[in-house]
């Protein structure tokens, strides 16, 4: 049943009066974890990790400068998701709860699991969306600007794109019990792992053949294709979608099983627009 207009006129000031404090938390995470591997991925351990960048040089700092301040706006949008939250919560509509254990430590990790497994489907069918003739232009082209992209470039979207990524979590409040742990943890989830795969240099494991030891996870490499060839790996946290609907990148295993310094497979590419 949707809340009645009293009830969100009700629900709406409290939420507001919040805003403040949602913004400067987004706004901690990004440049905690952002900043955080940029500069312990491309500056601290820059020399360390030469052998595994993916770049010829480092991005500059005109680059950099503008992903932050596109990020910012990023930021603005993405704490409108607490004032949704909020005003779900103030109108009994959300099924976010505070005691971590209220339904027990099984449900505490399946909860955390469901919604990094429900992120990653939405991310890559709205990302397919988003690189559809007459969608791309207007809201995903500030994210491809970088085509060697940075850490920094995690938050860099259009405003359309940004509130779309933002839906999410009102949307599966809704429908998901969740401990308010969990959404905590989920939102560290996904700025590292956004981050690391906007880093530039591969940091996942490698096996012996020169494969991710991980191959169901999206790598750095996995991502960086996708900035260098739009119509390929669609996918956030995983390759199962890019696989399954046939968009993973021909060569993305010798492409990573060059950055790991493996000797390069062969194979050609099939350009996609």
């Known amino acids: 049943m949707s809340p009645s207009p009293l009830a969100l006129h009700e629900a709406l000031l409290p939420a507001l009066r919040t805003?403040?404090?949602?913004?400067?938390?987004?706004?901690?995470?990004?440049l905690v974890f952002a900043g955080g591997v940029y500069l312990i991925v491309n500056l601290?351990?820059?020399?360390?990790?030469?052998?595994?960048?993916?770049?010829?040089?480092?991005?500059?700092?005109?680059?950099?400068?503008?992903?932050?301040?596109?990020?910012?706006?990023?930021?603005?949008v993405f704490s409108l998701v607490g004032l949704l939250v909020m005003i779900e919560?103030?109108?009994?509509?959300?099924?976010?709860?505070?005691?971590?254990?209220?339904?027990?430590?099984?449900?505490?990790?399946?909860?955390?699991?469901?919604?990094?497994?429900?992120?990653?489907?939405?991310f890559y069918w709205t990302h397919r969306l988003?690189?559809?003739?007459?969608?791309?232009?207007?809201l995903h082209s500030l994210h491809h600007k970088s085509k060697q992209p940075t850490a920094w470039t995690a938050y860099a979207f259009n405003t359309g794109e940004a509130v779309l990524h933002a839906l999410?979590?009102?949307?599966?409040?809704?429908?998901?019990?969740?401990?308010?742990?969990?959404?905590?943890?989920?939102?560290?989830?996904?700025?590292?792992?956004?981050?690391?795969?906007?880093?530039?240099?591969?940091?996942?494991?490698?096996?012996?053949?020169?494969?991710?030891?991980?191959?169901?996870?999206?790598?750095?490499?996995?991502?960086?294709?996708?900035?260098?060839?739009?119509?390929?790996?669609?996918?956030?946290?995983?390759?199962w979608w890019d696989r399954w609907m046939g968009t993973e990148h021909p060569d993305y295993h010798a492409r990573f099983a060059s950055a790991v310094g493996q000797p390069e497979m062969t194979g050609s590419v099939e350009r996609r627009v």
């Open 19 to 30: 805003y403040p404090e949602f913004f400067l938390a987004d706004l901690t995470r990004y």
């Open 44 to 76: 601290a351990l820059a020399r360390w990790l030469a052998n595994r960048s993916l770049r010829s040089a480092p991005a500059s700092w005109r680059q950099i400068r503008r992903e932050i301040l596109i990020s910012l706006r990023s930021v603005g």
């Open 89 to 122: 919560i103030l109108t009994g509509h959300s099924r976010l709860y505070m005691d971590p254990m209220q339904y027990g430590p099984f449900w505490f990790g399946a909860s955390l699991a469901i919604l990094i497994f429900a992120h990653d489907a939405w």
């Open 130 to 138: 988003l690189h559809r003739p007459g969608w791309f232009r207007p």
């Open 168 to 239: 999410f979590l009102p949307i599966i409040l809704l429908i998901l019990p969740t401990p308010g742990l969990v959404a905590f943890l989920w939102g560290i989830h996904q700025i590292l792992r956004n981050a690391i795969g906007h880093c530039g240099v591969e940091l996942f494991p490698a096996n012996k053949a020169g494969r991710p030891m991980f191959d169901w996870l999206t790598t750095v490499t996995h991502h960086d294709l996708h900035h260098a060839e739009a119509g390929w790996n669609f996918g956030l946290y995983f390759t």
